[in-house]
């Protein structure tokens, strides 16, 4: 390993479930192919995303379940599930099921459900309110621990402190009934007995769970209090920087050590010699994706384009600011470019990114 690397860095890719989806090609075979190759390409991780009718794509448990027979090594992940669209039993059970069947390579990314109508739309075909989302997201992570951990201790702070988790439904406060017992669990949104029964993951108290949020107040005191990681898509390192400082002393205040929490990082790339065809790639993808420009949509998310160097110094801006496991979105919705682009990563982003050059 060279001066300047980065042993600590890990880089993960995308399953392109959605953009598979969006062309019409609902079958795994390739899906299953691209993690193969990504395993030999070197990362450390692969990601599938989540969604019922907004932007549908084959179910991401199933999807990695599948990919977990077709790896060894190579680390599976949700970024990001939408722990809503499931009962938060049955979440808990598919969970523990899918660490079982990857052997304990799995991190669980989570979504409270991003503000736009078509969540709001999934989330009312789903039978969930979509108001309070943040709270039930929270009670349902305090769940599966309890769950996973045979109806034992959460593992968390006691979640009736007022200023210990401010969401955006302040009364959603989980707590223990009267006569519940180790079990048992009962909180605002979630209740359920009997958790003791349901299989334990293949990790030690459950995988990791990562909150995929933004910068905002309330998103960084729930990320240090409660979570393992945290995996924001924002466009700007500054602020990553800035929020990533919040959180590693919000979880100090909380009695968890500054690095409790994994900085991870969504960031979406065009490859090519072109930049300006790359950018017209990335404006095409988002379109067909979102259905908004490229210059909408890189308002909010970070999007970067250019050649393997550029794009490396793009993303390394971030890794100055603090981030650890950078997940890659190859922004495609062309099965051969998305492949070409996997390699070209692989040869020469990844290198650069982690030598810091």
């Known amino acids: 390993m060279g001066h300047g690397d980065r042993p600590d860095l890990r880089i993960g890719v995308l399953l392109p479930t959605r953009e598979a989806a969006a062309g019409g090609d609902w079958t795994v075979a390739p899906l299953l192919d691209f993690a193969r190759e990504a395993e030999r390409l070197g990362f450390d991780s692969l990601w599938t995303g989540d969604s019922l009718l907004a932007r549908p794509r084959l179910d991401p448990v199933v999807v990695l379940a599948a990919a977990a027979t077709a790896t060894t090594r190579i680390t599976l992940g949700t970024a990001a599930?939408?722990?809503?669209?499931?009962?938060?039993?049955?979440?808990?059970?598919?969970?523990?099921?899918?660490?079982?069947?990857?052997a304990g390579r799995l991190v669980v990314g989570l979504g409270a459900g991003f503000?736009?109508?078509?969540?709001?739309?999934?989330?009312?075909?789903?039978?969930?309110?979509?108001?309070?989302?943040?709270?039930?997201?929270?009670?349902?992570?305090?769940?599966?621990?309890?769950?996973?951990?045979?109806?034992?201790?959460?593992g968390a702070a006691p979640y009736d402190d007022p200023g210990a988790a401010p969401h955006d439904d302040p009364g959603a406060t989980p707590h223990d009934g009267p006569g519940a017992g180790p079990s048992d669990f009962t909180g605002r949104h979630c209740r359920a007995g009997r958790l003791d029964r349901l299989p334990r993951p293949a990790t030690a108290g459950g995988p990791p769970l990562w909150l995929a949020g933004s910068d905002t107040p309330r998103v960084v005191a729930r990320v240090a209090r409660l979570y393992d990681g945290w995996l924001p898509f924002l466009p700007d390192p500054a602020?990553?920087?800035?929020?990533?400082?919040?959180?590693?002393?919000?979880?100090v205040e909380h009695g968890r050590p500054a690095d409790a929490v994994v900085p991870g990082l969504y960031a979406t790339v065009a490859i090519g010699p072109d930049r300006e065809r790359a950018r017209k790639q990335l404006d095409t993808y988002t379109r067909g994706y979102y259905g908004q420009s490229?210059?909408?949509?890189?308002?909010?998310?970070?999007?970067?384009?250019?050649?393997?160097?550029?794009?490396?110094?793009?993303?390394?801006?971030?890794?100055?600011?603090?981030?650890?496991?950078?997940?890659?979105?190859?922004?495609?919705?062309?099965?051969?470019?998305?492949?070409?682009?996997?390699?070209?990563?692989?040869?020469?982003?990844?290198?650069?990114?982690?030598?810091?050059?």
Do not use: K
């Open 115 to 154: 503000p736009a109508p078509g969540t709001e739309e999934e989330f009312a075909a789903a039978g969930v309110p979509f108001t309070g989302r943040a709270g039930r997201l929270d009670e349902t992570v305090l769940l599966w621990r309890r769950a996973w951990r045979g109806g034992g201790d959460t």
């Open 239 to 251: 602020a990553y920087a800035r929020a990533l400082e919040r959180i590693r002393r919000l979880a």
């Open 294 to 357: 490229l210059e909408r949509m890189a308002q909010f998310q970070a999007f970067g384009y250019g050649s393997a160097p550029e794009c490396a110094a793009w993303l390394g801006a971030y890794v100055r600011a603090g981030a650890r496991h950078v997940v890659l979105r190859i922004g495609s919705l062309d099965p051969g470019a998305q492949r070409a682009q996997l390699a070209e990563a692989a040869d020469v982003l990844v290198p650069a990114l982690r030598a810091g050059t």
């Open 81 to 102: 599930l939408t722990a809503a669209l499931r009962h938060p039993l049955i979440g808990a059970h598919q969970i523990a099921s899918l660490d079982r069947a990857a």
